[in-house]
């Protein structure tokens, strides 16, 4: 069986979609503790390792076939602003260097590197490229939406294939059918904490006012920036993030989505085990790889390797 390892795994989107495509997902690593809890609490079979892997001993780490990894993308996104320049933020992309390491030590045949599209834009992406690549690595540099490939969300990221061949690896999904964000709501009034539209800030009834020109009296609302208007229900959920910016609007009504809702948004199968504090479910959801996004790709190289 083809074994994987799991670097930055956080609570194991990356993971969960290996092993739906039939990767053994060896061993797991992440500096937050509690997304290494519930890591395990859901792949349990997998050896578990807590620390900045910056400091990782490559040794100690099993054999694989696969190396995942998603360095910390918050230092590279356009949305930090101003705090992509602080050391905080340095030492964020500096995780990068991590995938490097573990490749250097084990030659690992493929690497799946995840991060937002504008990691291509860090100053050090060149030299970082370059280290991989005189690793013996080619690179297939790929923009993936994982609502092209069947998520109920648009959710563009970078994906980087590298592999120990003279001829890089280029990702050629095939387009699915776009799902609906209708597909995972529960449109029903009872069971759920509704507020009054009325209540918000004028932002907020600016913006669900236009919905309701546009969308009629049930839509989305999401408080992104740039947002002036709804979103239909018809269409794929905006960008998951790790705070809930999506709400639900039913007639003068409106209420946040579910964890149910975004984890199934993500992705996540039901059953998937999550913390009892809401705040961190929210953080480790949006900051997950959909499951999808990751069994996809993995049966795309198992069927071409």
Known sequence: M???IDLFAGAGGTSTG????GVDIVWAANHNPSAVEFHAK???TAKHVCQDLHQADWSLVPEHDILYASPCCQGHSRAAGKVKATIKADASRSTAWAVV???????TPVAVIENVEDFLLWSLYEPWAFALKKLGYS?????????????????RRLIIVATRSAKKFDLNLPKKELVPARTIMDLNMKGHAWDKVSNR???????VANGRKDHGSVFLDAAYGSATSGRSLDKPLGTV????????????????LTIGEIAAAQTFPKGYIWPKSKTLTKLM???????LMSEVISEFILKAA
């Open 101 to 107: 390491s573990c490749l250097e030590a084990h030659k």
């Open 285 to 291: 959801i949006g900051n997950a790889v959909p499951p």
């Open 241 to 256: 993030t790790t705070v809930n910016k999506h709400s639900l609007i039913i007639e003068d009504n409106i209420r946040p």
């Open 18 to 21: 290996a092993m739906q495509a």
């Open 201 to 207: 800030v004028a932002a907020t009834q600016s913006r």
């Open 2 to 4: 083809t074994r994987g």
């Open 139 to 155: 690179l297939s540099v790929n923009l993936v939406n994982a609502a092209d490939i069947g998520a109920p969300q648009n959710r």
């Open 42 to 44: 859901n792949h349990p």
